[in-house]
């Protein structure tokens, strides 16, 4: 069945489980490829370049920039952070969709540069953007404190942070609540198979 392209961004304060219902995503929807961001930052962990980021010198990046390579970037923490432009094009165009794990700052840079599209480009027809909500800020709390990769302060910061991003769900076009993972990936599914016609 053809289905619409979908370009798709989530954003979700830290703990809402918005990296596990994406890789549910990519499990279930074949056709759904994930962005994967550069960034200058060195490699953390277990981290596979070209995998979890296309990890990147700072002059190249800068390169990048120059080059206008880029759909939206930032700078966090003294390190950059980015979306190329050409692989959601070149997804979009093969007929699959572009999903973007990227916070409420990036998503709103996204949401600009969409605005500033023609009615006819494939990114501006296929653009979705959904915000993922915890059920209560207690639940929140307790799922970061349940993580236990992170001390007390981490989590405060955390916390605060989360407030500051749930104020701004309304600029999305979806929400949808992790109060429970089955059910939001349910909500989930049903959000994309309706928007790109799967049903
Ligand atoms: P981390 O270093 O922990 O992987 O990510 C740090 C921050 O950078 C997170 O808030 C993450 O959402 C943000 N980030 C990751 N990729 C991108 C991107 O492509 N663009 C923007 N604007 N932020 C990003």
């Known amino acids: 069945m053809k289905t619409k392209p979908l370009f798709l961004v989530i954003s979700a304060p830290s703990g809402c489980g918005k990296s596990t219902l994406i890789d549910m995503l990519l ?23 070209g995998i979890d ?15 206008g390579a880029f759909l939206e970037y930032a700078q966090v923490h003294g390190n950059y952070y980015g979306t190329l432009r050409r692989p959601i094009e070149e997804v979009l165009a093969e007929g699959n969709s572009m999903i973007l794990d990227i916070d409420v700052q990036g998503a709103a840079k996204v949401r600009q540069y969409i605005r500033n599209l023609p009615n006819t480009d494939p990114l501006k027809i296929g653009y979705v953007d959904i915000f993922i909500n915890p059920p209560s800020m ?62």
Request: proline residues 0%.
């Open 27 to 49: 499990q279930e929807y074949h056709d759904i490829v994930y962005s994967i961001s550069c960034t200058t930052r060195d490699v953390r962990g277990d981290e596979e370049d």
């Open 53 to 67: 980021y296309h990890f990147l010198k700072k002059e190249r990046f800068e390169e990048l920039i120059a080059e």
């Open 138 to 199: 207690e639940a929140l709390r307790e799922r970061l404190e349940g993580r236990g990769t992170d001390s007390a302060d981490v989590i405060e910061r955390r916390l605060e942070n989360a407030e500051g991003e749930m104020a701004r769900a309304g600029e999305y076009m979806y929400q949808v609540t992790n109060d429970d993972l089955s059910h939001a990936f349910k909500r989930l599914c049903d959000l994309i198979d309706a928007l790109s016609g799967r049903m």
